[in-house]
T-cell receptor
Framework: DADVTQTPRNRITKTGKRIMLECSQT?????MYWYRQDPGLGLRLIYY???????NKGEISDGYSVSRQAQAKFSLSLESAIPNQTALYFC???????????FGPGTRLTVL | GEDVEQSLFLSVREGDSSVINCTYT??????LYWYKQEPGAGLQLLTY?????DMKQDQRLTVLLNKKDKHLSLRIADTQTGDSAIYFC??????????FGSGTRLQVQP
C-alpha cells in the first residue's frame, strides 16, 4: 500500500462548487503539506501543518482552506471553485526530525 | 528571497550523460533535493545533498553543489529512455516547506 494517498485522483467540477481533496498517510509523520502544480511553474505551497493543532498559510492560500483532522489526515477545501484553480494538487508529508518530503500521487482538478 | 531556477527542457540521446542545472538564491538552504516526476505520476525523491557537501554519488546519479555560486546540478550517466521525465530541484531552508524550481523536462531519444 502507498504511504501517502490522495482522493479523489481526478475530479471535474463547475465554477462555484465546494470541493474537498483528501490526503492520508501511514508514515507516522507529523508534518503535512498541500501544493499545487501548474505547467511551467513548478510546485507552489498552499498550506502546511506541523502538527494537529498547527495550520499555516503558504504562498498561495487565497481561495483555499484546510483541516487537519488527525495526525494522518489533512484535507484541502475549495469553498467556491473557480477555473484558475484547475491544476494538479499534491499532498506531502515529512517527519519533524528530517526535512525530506514524501509526496502523494496527486489529484487532477478541473474547474469548468 | 527564495527563488529556484531551472532550464525548461533538455534533450539527449540514449547512452549519453544528462546534466540538469539549478540555481538558488537562499544561502541558508540546509538541504537541496532532486525529485523526478514521470507522466501522470507524483513526485519521486531521487536524491538529496546536505549543504556542507560538494558532491554525492548514487549509482548513475551524481549531484554537485557549488555553494559559492548557489548552483546545483544532477548528472545522469548512461541515460535511458526510462529516465524521460520532469526533474525538479528544491531547497529547504528549514523554515517551512520546500521551494521548487519550475522543472526540467528531460527527453531521451533512442
Amino acid at each position: 500500500d502507498a504511504d501517502v494517498t490522495q482522493t479523489p485522483r481526478n475530479r471535474i467540477t463547475k465554477t462555484g462548487k465546494r470541493i474537498m481533496l483528501e490526503c492520508s498517510q501511514t508514515k507516522g509523520h507529523d508534518r503535512m503539506y498541500w501544493y499545487r502544480q501548474d505547467p511551467g511553474l513548478g510546485l507552489r505551497l498552499i498550506y502546511y501543518s506541523f502538527d494537529v493543532k498547527d495550520i499555516n498559510k503558504g504562498e498561495i492560500s487565497d481561495g483555499y482552506s484546510v483541516s487537519r483532522q488527525a495526525q494522518a489526515k489533512f484535507s484541502l477545501s475549495l469553498e467556491s471553485a473557480i477555473p484558475n484553480q484547475t491544476a494538479l494538487y499534491f499532498c506531502a508529508t515529512s517527519d519533524s526530525g528530517e526535512d525530506t518530503q514524501y509526496f502523494g500521487p496527486g489529484t487532477r482538478l478541473t474547474v469548468l | 528571497g527564495e527563488d529556484v531556477e531551472q532550464s525548461l527542457f533538455l534533450s539527449v540521446r540514449e547512452g549519453d550523460s544528462s546534466v540538469i542545472n539549478c540555481t538558488y538564491t537562499d544561502s541558508s538552504s540546509t538541504y537541496l533535493y532532486w525529485y523526478k516526476q514521470e507522466p501522470g505520476a507524483g513526485l519521486q525523491l531521487l536524491t538529496y545533498i546536505f549543504s556542507n557537501m560538494d558532491m554525492k554519488q548514487d549509482q548513475r546519479l551524481t549531484v554537485l553543489l557549488n555553494k559559492k555560486d548557489k548552483h546545483l546540478s544532477l548528472r545522469i550517466a548512461d541515460t535511458q529512455t526510462g529516465d524521460s521525465a520532469i526533474y525538479f530541484c528544491a531547497e529547504n531552508t528549514g523554515r517551512r516547506a520546500l521551494t521548487f524550481g519550475s522543472g526540467t523536462r528531460l527527453q531521451v531519444q533512442p
